[in-house]
């Protein structure tokens, strides 16, 4: 069974900064690539970055420079460190996770939001 729990949310000023967190209930963590995702209202889910099982990172555009993905295998937890945050990064934040030796992600958690106020 999986299961990702996303924490670290909330309601924050432009320009502010937070760093969510992503439990993962989950086997052979380490095997695993990892993603963080976004939906803003009336809009389609999107990537915001993810990281593979060797700890390579790729970011969307729209967040290069600010976000910043990591993983800790010990503890089961991916994390995205969001500085620098603008108004239109305002979203319900997914974490998500592919199964063991794959890319795609099947398996997500049910978000935390994000509110960026100007």
């Known amino acids: 069974q999986v299961r990702l729990v996303e924490s670290g949310g909330g309601l924050v000023q432009a320009g502010g900064s937070l760093r969510l967190s992503c439990a993962a209930s989950i086997s052979a963590f380490s095997n695993r690539a990892m993603g963080w995702y976004r939906q803003a209202p009336g809009k389609q889910r999107e990537l915001v970055a993810t990281?593979?099982?060797?700890?390579?990172?790729n970011y969307a555009d729209s967040v290069k420079g600010r976000f910043t993905i990591s993983r800790d295998n010990a503890k089961n937890t991916v994390y995205l460190e969001i500085n620098s945050l603008k108004p239109e990064d305002t979203a319900v934040y997914f974490c998500?996770?592919?199964?063991?030796?794959?890319?795609?992600?099947?398996?997500w958690g049910q978000g935390t939001q994000v509110t960026v106020s100007s």
């Open positions: 990281i593979t099982r060797a700890g390579t990172t």
């Open positions: 998500a996770a592919t199964p063991p030796w794959t890319s795609t992600y099947n398996y």
